[in-house]
């Protein structure tokens, strides 16, 4: 089944305590992106990659890293987490053009205390 | 600059009955698509239906339709004989070109269905 793979689905952490969130695909896709979802500012563009070793900034990257060893996996890493990142985030991914849909993956919801 | 905008925040329909969900957007782009997504209260973002730019007719995927009027910059979608778990939030977006930030989507701010019984 063609699917987007992300875990953990809920996390509860602690300011400062460096966490990985990861995602798979296994559609062979070019294209991964991180998107964080937050009431009243709707869903915003965080990293997102083209291909293998390729990685760029999208509209809220402060605080977060993300790699792209792999073309199935694009972790998103939060080095020292604070309690505004507290929320859900979805990786997506798809092929490279821009007419093609995102898979999305289930959601991380995140709190930082 | 691309926007998409949703002006229902939230909306009531009766079980069966047909529901029309409002978007408009704005590009420069001559090539875009623009895709629905409903997002139940379990958190997932489900894909339901696309309109590419170019494309003559307008999108179906079972119930759903997409009501594609490029000169007015619309992007309505129908969902025919509503069922109890239609009731969601739905999203309408908008895929820019590969050069825009890899070709990200642009989200409304949603529209809140609710079904009646």
Not at chain 1, 58 to 70: A, F, L, Q, T, W
Not at chain 1, 88 to 95: E, G, K, M, N, P
Request: aromatic share 12%.
């Amino acid at each position: 089944e063609a699917q987007v793979t992300q875990n953990p689905r809920y996390l509860i952490t602690v300011t400062g305590k460096k966490l990985t969130v990861t995602c798979s695909q296994n559609m062979n896709h070019e294209y991964m992106s991180w998107y964080r979802q937050d009431p009243g500012l709707g869903l915003r563009q965080i990293y997102y990659s083209m291909n293998v070793e390729v990685t760029d900034k999208g509209d809220v990257p402060e605080g977060y890293k993300v790699s792209r060893k792999e073309k199935r996996n694009f972790p998103l890493i939060l080095e020292s987490p604070s309690p505004n990142q507290t929320s859900l985030y979805f990786c997506a991914s798809s092929v490279r053009q821009s007419n093609e849909k995102l898979f999305f993956g289930s959601g991380t919801q995140l709190s930082v205390l | 600059a691309q926007k998409i905008t949703q002006t229902q925040p939230g909306m009531f329909v009766q079980e069966k009955e047909a529901v029309t969900l409002d978007c408009t957007y704005d590009t420069s782009d001559p090539s875009y698509g623009l895709f629905w997504y409903k997002q139940p209260s379990s958190g997932e973002m489900i894909f339901l239906i696309y309109q590419g730019s170019y494309d003559q007719q307008n999108a179906t995927e079972g119930r759903y339709s997409l009501n594609f009027q490029k000169a007015r910059k619309s992007a309505n979608l129908v969902i025919s004989a509503s069922q109890l778990g239609d009731s969601a939030m739905y999203f309408c977006a908008m895929r820019e070109a590969p050069s825009r930030q890899g070709g990200k989507l642009i989200f409304g701010q949603g529209t809140e269905l609710s079904v009646k019984p």
